[in-house]
């Protein structure tokens, strides 16, 4: 599909006439360029906006502006993998332990029972053999 031609009101194309100022002068700014074109055309309404896009652009194509990179988007700051102050990634969450089939749950509570008998049937003292356990293999 064809490109557009500028639309020309009242026979000036804004867009060349901007370019054509800046070019002349390349320290004009923008107000400046809006009042050098009402006093080349004093018969014609210019759009504010319209004008400082035009100068703009024209400063763009000339190299006179430095074109800033632009900013991240949302969702690629939110893929982002949260990281820890010393900069290493976050540790993965521990994954819950697997529940042990039936017969292996069986074998533990009768050795849980043996456990009961040989401490006396006092759960206080099974308890802490169970304890004294867990810190020696802890060590």
Do not use: Y
Not at 16 to 44: C, D, H, M, Y
Not at 61 to 67: I, N, P
Not at 91 to 101: I, S
């Amino acid at each position: 599909m064809a490109k557009r031609a500028a639309a020309a009101k009242d026979g000036v194309n804004v867009t060349r006439e901007v370019q054509a100022i800046v070019e002349g002068n390349q320290s004009i700014r923008g107000p400046e360029v809006l009042t050098v074109l009402k006093e080349k055309f004093p018969n014609v309404t210019f759009n504010t906006s319209s004008v400082q896009v035009a100068f703009a652009n024209a400063r763009r194509k000339l190299g006179l502006t430095r074109v800033l990179a632009r900013r991240p988007r949302k969702k690629a700051l939110l893929a982002r993998r949260p990281r820890l102050a010393t900069g290493f990634p976050a540790a993965p969450a521990p994954a819950p332990p697997a529940t042990p089939p039936a017969s292996d749950m069986m074998a533990t509570l009768q050795v849980a029972r043996d456990l009961l008998k040989a401490a006396g049937g006092d759960l206080s003292v099974a308890t802490e053999a169970l304890g004294l356990v867990a810190s020696l293999q802890m060590g």
